[in-house]
């Protein structure tokens, strides 16, 4: 049953999202992880009806922005609930999330508790830990995150500067398909509790963040064995009983979002076979150009012909970098018009769309899908 | 003198543009190149004062969508001036530019030709050439152009269908170094005029494409070296006067954008100094994704202190792919608040901007410097 068409679009390219595909997800989550709470990365995919079925499954939500407060705050979300998982905010951002009732911030400088500190009087903290792990689609890079010792050091000066050593958080990668990532992350949480303790700080929170992934053309390991490893890594580390949080984005919305697009053109350069469609890189799939080759979007074709041919996928811009996946099979007989169905597209989509060269972003389309598998 | 705001922001970031600046990156073009007639290539940006001020200069345009097509009309650019140049269309695009007067549109497939003969029929038609070059910050990876003799076989086919066969074009790569380039492409297409000439097609048109670079960090070879490879290359090997056409896009506006930007935090991690700004790869700097380390925004800050350090410079996002340039020297005592200034950011920024994750594109404040360097 078709919902809502938001993006008041009537063609392509638009995308499909099943919103019981998405309870499915958060269910298998909180089934898997009963004793966590869920905070949803909603930067994955902030659309308005995303949010509000998450709020109903009983989910709750990270952010980054001010304007992703207000998008919560729209649909009813209390502001108590939110955690403000971005270690660097806007200053402006704090003032007005903490006016709002956010109280929990995430922390990995001393400027960053400065900033807290005078504009979020009182406010619990969270720091976050650096990883180490490889393993991931989407790598860190360094941006985030700080060593055990900088991690104890600013928690205490947390405590110094009136505000609550909350809790310890980390990131071990978007995109993860190791699940032993987080038993080493949280190893190292647990080191800082225990020097912590020492010095009378006990921490409320531990945050194992997000990087569970999504099953986009090979397989990826249950959620349950993400659980074990993290559950087998607390009992065996974590110094006394801490409040668990999850922050999925990705392994919710992804599988339930098909990008539907239309050909706009075919043609044979230089002995490949290229498909255009009227969405690429730049109105919906950046990370076809952040990740390069690491996330394959499985795809099909209305023509459905038996016989098969390899094709580039590109975008519909006359940009070079517009190319959504090389090599791809699809109908050999593929024409202007047929539709292409690119799957696994409800994470990090829309989300990134741009407007270059006029291509304007995609629709999107919610449907309910219940009873499907 | 500021001219206008047209975003309505009021604080950072925006992208400062110098108009008078843009005037003197025209008349360079058009002194170096005077025989040709030079199309912006839009999409590099569409804000309305450029293609206004460009039109006054007596510039015309080149576009990839339907949408920039009604960005021209707006400030009364005659359709039949402007070049389809995306050799890969949406149809309906081509249906409606067709009505509003648009003729010359680019091809480099049979499924294109078929489009244009049913979307527009009688229009003239320029096929893309596929250039071999190195040398280009952003490479074409094959994604448009084909060898020599596909392309007379589509200005064949053009005539079959009814179409003008109009011209040839290349497009080198942008940011393009090696002035050598376009020699040997303009080498090809004169081989390929040579042959058509024998069946009795005469082309009116050849476009040499964009790709003439910005400076960045680092010198580039001056136009009229440039400027001096074309017209050595067209003397030499194009049989028979033609129009001459060029789409430069970066290296009209590149130089003239100045994005000014505030640092909402500094942290170091694992020995290395980051600065975090308000806009970032997601909200304006793609490019620096796109093409990783290879265009390296000149950078300075409004502290300006004698004592520098290396940063890493991000942005606000959560998204550790959001960064700009690794290890810039800055004033050592950066703190947040102080404004960094990203040059020669006119090109390729606003235009490719998201609002991922609730941050808005940089606004645009136009200047004029009449009388500057």
Chains 1, 2 share one sequence.
Not at 16 to 37: I, Q, S
Request: proline share 6%.
């Amino acid at each position: 049953m078709t919902m809502s068409v938001p993006a008041g679009e009537l063609g392509t390219p638009y995308l499909r999202f099943d919103l019981d595909g998405l309870d499915r997800a958060y269910r298998a989550m909180r089934d898997a992880l009963p004793e966590a709470r869920v905070h949803y990365a909603m930067k994955c995919n902030p659309a308005r009806p995303i949010l509000a079925r998450l709020r109903e499954l009983g989910a709750s939500f990270e952010i980054a922005s001010a304007a992703e407060l207000g998008e919560l705050r729209a649909i009813g979300v209390p502001a108590a609930e939110v955690l403000f998982s971005n270690p660097v905010k806007v200053p402006a951002h704090v003032r007005q999330a903490w006016t709002a009732g956010v109280y929990r911030f995430a922390v990995d400088s001393d400027a960053e508790l400065d900033k807290i500190a005078s504009a979020a009087p009182g406010a619990a903290v969270y720091v976050r830990l650096a990883t180490t792990a490889g393993g991931s689609a989407v790598p860190s890079e360094g941006k985030f995150g700080v060593g055990p010792g900088a991690a104890a050091r600013l928690l205490r000066g947390a405590r110094a500067r009136g505000l609550r050593a909350y809790g310890i958080t980390f990131h071990v990668g978007s995109q993860m398909t190791d699940p032993g990532a987080w038993a080493d992350a949280i190893e190292r949480c647990a080191a800082v509790m225990t020097g912590l303790r020492r010095t009378g700080i006990r921490l409320a929170m531990l945050d194992v963040g997000g990087g569970f992934p999504a099953r986009y053309d090979s397989d990826v390991p249950d959620l349950r064995t993400y659980a074990k490893h993290i559950r087998t890594a607390i009992d065996r580390h974590v110094p006394y009983p801490v409040e668990l949080v999850v922050e999925p984005g990705r392994a919710l919305v992804a599988q339930a979002g098909v990008m539907v697009a239309t050909v706009i053109g075919v043609a044979r350069r230089g002995g490949a076979r290229w498909a255009h469609l009227d969405v690429g890189a730049f109105n919906g799939f950046m990370e076809a150009l952040e990740t390069r080759t690491a996330l394959r979007y499985p795809v099909c074709d209305s023509r459905d012909s038996p016989r098969r041919d390899s094709f580039h996928l590109t975008g519909p811009t006359c940009d070079s970098q517009d190319t959504v996946r090389y090599s791809v099979p699809l109908s050999a007989d593929l024409a202007v018009g047929d539709r292409v169905y690119l799957q696994v597209a409800g994470a990090y989509t829309t989300a990134y769309a741009s407007r270059f060269n006029g291509f304007d972003p995609p629709g999107l389309r919610f449907v309910c899908s219940a009873g499907a598998p």
